[in-house]
């Protein structure tokens, strides 16, 4: 089944320490999406790929980066995790459908990696 | 303002029975789309519906369905014949102007409903 797979589900790491969440897709998508979702709040977007292209977010702070080395992957790298960058971290893969396709174009998750900074 | 506002944080329904959940949004965008996601306490979001701002019809996808009411701005969730692994979070979302060229590709979510199902 074409699908979205994020490695690990759970992460623990410490506080300065770099760590990156990896994730892959199946889907064959062109967009592909990092979202941070804090305990009992909505998902937050932090930066989209459209192929190669990088679109970060105005809010989104430098301690996260990301690379997509190809269509099937990307990462989010944290630098120097704090306290404050514990949540779960969501991936999601698009299509980018033409204008006029009469649909926009769903977003599909992974199943995400829960970071605890210690 | 808030561009989606679900206004239930939380829900109880009973085993079998139906249960709407609601969304209302704010847009001047005239092409948008909307969008449902669940969440179980796993953390997956799940994708469970979509209506399009130019659809004339109502979706439906099996026990899910989207009362769409374009002139109210509202996007009700209709779950038929509950069950237990229905309970979990349920996410609003729209995304605007994807066919204008103009568009964002952000996803604007609601802060949920936490729908918990009683046997």
């Known amino acids: 089944d074409a699908m979205v797979i994020q490695n690990p589900r759970y992460q623990v790491t410490q506080f300065g320490k770099p760590v990156t969440l990896s994730c892959s897709q199946t889907?064959?998508?062109?967009?592909m999406y990092w979202y941070q979702q804090k305990s009992s709040q909505a998902p937050k977007l932090l930066f989209h790929y459209y192929d190669k292209d990088f679109n970060n977010e105005a809010d989104t702070p430098d301690n996260f980066q990301s690379r997509r080395p190809n269509t099937s992957f990307c990462f989010l790298d944290i630098r120097s995790p704090g306290l404050g960058d514990a949540a779960m971290y969501l991936c999601a893969t698009s299509r980018d459908l033409a204008r006029g396709s009469g649909s926009a174009d769903t977003q599909y998750f992974g199943p995400g990696t829960r970071l605890t900074v210690l | 303002a808030q561009k989606i506002t679900q206004t239930q944080p939380g829900m109880f329904v009973q085993e079998k029975e139906a249960v709407t959940l609601d969304c209302t949004y704010d847009t001047s965008d005239p092409s948008y789309g909307l969008f449902w996601y669940k969440q179980p306490s796993s953390g997956e979001m799940i994708f469970l519906i979509y209506q399009g701002s130019y659809d004339q019809q109502n979706a439906t996808e099996g026990r899910y369905s989207l009362n769409f009411q374009k002139a109210r701005k509202s996007a009700n969730l209709v779950i038929s014949a509950s069950q237990l692994g229905d309970s979990a979070m349920y996410f609003c979302?729209?995304?605007?102007?994807?066919?204008?060229?103009?568009?964002?590709?952000?996803?604007?979510f609601g802060k949920g409903t936490k729908l918990s199902v009683i046997p």
């Open positions: 889907l064959n998508h062109n967009v």
């Open positions: 979302a729209m995304r605007e102007g994807w066919d204008s060229g103009a568009g964002s590709y952000q996803l604007t």
